[in-house]
């Protein structure tokens, strides 16, 4: 198992660490674990020397010497173990120590930990707390994906106010993933809860500035600065424009340009695999996207006037995915005169606008992809990426085809349209 340390984090994250050092030991119930009271004077030092393990330090500068921690965890661990019929509060307990004691880079106990809370999952499935601690090792160790999904099932079990370090773990966690929104977002539930900024928040707001790019007023921003490919998910290839807010997958065989941002504007154009019409032939079309500031003044209804074909015949149309946005328009147009000789054409559009979100990112960021190495300890720099526009953006979505192919090229722009995410 490799420990990763992010060299832009590194001191950010000790600092908020050590700011909250109780953790998550403190949601558990000590007082309902068997024999608890045999080793009070252990636990009561647990609870009170976190700091000291409740994340990986690389220079021990500590006035207790590492050997005596260890020593003393360990106690506590092997004294716990051979209870029998442990309930979901020991499991806990023995997972959060089994956690600390692979912070002190014993690397056996990080298996342990995983053990014991899943152990503590499988006495009380519903208890959020157990995915929570779980996720928290994840993060941790350097395991960004895992942590986020299991954070996900924790939230999804809330049935109650949860305990406050959760948020501060969970937004930890999101800053180690690379979801800066998501972190932020964290960050200020805790301040709501303690009815001021937090400290947390006041941390993570630094590191979000630090790590996201302020967009040049009048320069242009070129594709590869502004698009960013996920990999693959399945069959389908995953791109981000966090500029414009934009999330979307698309099948790795397609053809697909990605525009530079010029003049509040940018754009991408798909070419999906041929269809075979009916009388054998193949035929080609073409999706649209294109995303721009909306001008002052300026409605959607105008907006897309910019960019309506010339058809002869034009009606509204309905796009289940229109009914999520906050605001939309489609049409359907078709010509007889244009591509006569494949039915005509078929054109469908989709306006739809988005203003600035609170938390921008949370709806389109996903967990980094940690590289690996041989072992050992590593260090990674995540790469900085231009911050939302704080404006107001317009999208226009397009489908080019022809009367032969429609019902076929349709479907595909309504999958496609299912995979898109905008904030």
């Not at 053990?115 to 009380?124: Q, V």
């Not at 409605?299 to 058809?311: A, E, G, N, R, V």
Request: net charge neutral; aromatic share 14%.
């Amino acid at each position: 198992m490799i420990k990763a340390l992010f060299s832009y984090l590194t001191i950010v994250l000790i600092v908020l660490l050590s700011g909250y050092a109780h953790a998550n030991i403190n949601a558990i119930y000590l007082s309902r674990i068997p024999s608890s009271q045999s080793i009070n004077k252990e636990l009561t030092f647990l609870k009170e020397n976190c700091q000291l393990y409740d994340h990986w330090v690389h220079d021990w500068n500590y006035s207790v010497p590492k050997d005596t921690v260890v020593a003393r965890l360990t106690f506590i661990y092997n004294k716990l173990t051979p209870i029998l019929n442990k309930n979901e509060e020991t499991y806990l307990l023995l997972g959060d120590v089994a956690h600390y004691l692979y912070n002190l880079e014993l690397e056996p106990y990080y298996e342990k930990a995983l053990t014991n809370y899943k152990a503590a999952i499988t006495s009380a499935s519903s208890d959020y707390r157990a995915y929570w601690f779980l996720a928290n090792h994840y993060s941790l160790a350097a395991q960004p994906s895992l942590a986020i999904a299991t954070y996900n099932i924790a939230f999804r079990n809330l049935t109650q106010k949860p305990d406050e370090n959760l948020w501060v773990d969970y937004s930890i966690a999101c800053t180690n993933a690379g979801m800066l929104g998501t972190a932020q977002f964290a960050a200020h539930q805790l301040s709501l809860v303690q009815g001021k900024k937090s400290h947390l928040e006041e941390q993570i707001t630094t590191v979000a500035a630090h790590q996201l790019k302020t967009p040049p007023a009048d320069t242009t921003i070129v594709a590869k600065d502004l698009w960013g490919s996920y990999g693959k998910n399945g069959e389908k290839l995953q791109v981000i424009n966090w500029l414009n807010g934009i999330k979307f997958k698309v099948d790795s065989l397609w053809e697909l340009q990605l525009g530079d941002y010029k003049n509040k504007t940018t754009f991408a154009t798909f070419k999906p695999l041929s269809i075979t019409a009916k009388n054998g032939k193949k035929i080609d079309y073409s999706i649209l996207l294109l995303a721009k500031v909306a001008d002052n003044g300026e409605t959607l209804q105008q907006f897309l006037d910019k960019f309506s074909t010339k058809s002869k015949n034009k009606k509204p149309y309905v796009f289940e995915f229109g009914k999520k946005t906050e605001n939309s328009i489609s049409i359907e147009a078709t010509d007889p005169d244009i591509y006569p000789n494949i039915g005509g054409s078929h054109f469908y559009t989709i306006v739809f606008e988005r203003n600035p979100p609170e938390f921008a990112g949370m709806k389109i960021e996903e967990p980094i992809t940690m590289p690996t190495n041989g072992g050992g300890m590593a260090y990674y720099t995540m790469n900085a990426k231009y911050k939302h526009l704080p404006k107001k953006i317009y999208y226009l979505v397009m489908l080019d085809t022809c009367g032969f192919i429609n019902n076929e090229s349709l479907s595909v722009f309504n999958d496609f349209l299912s995979t898109f995410v905008v904030e």
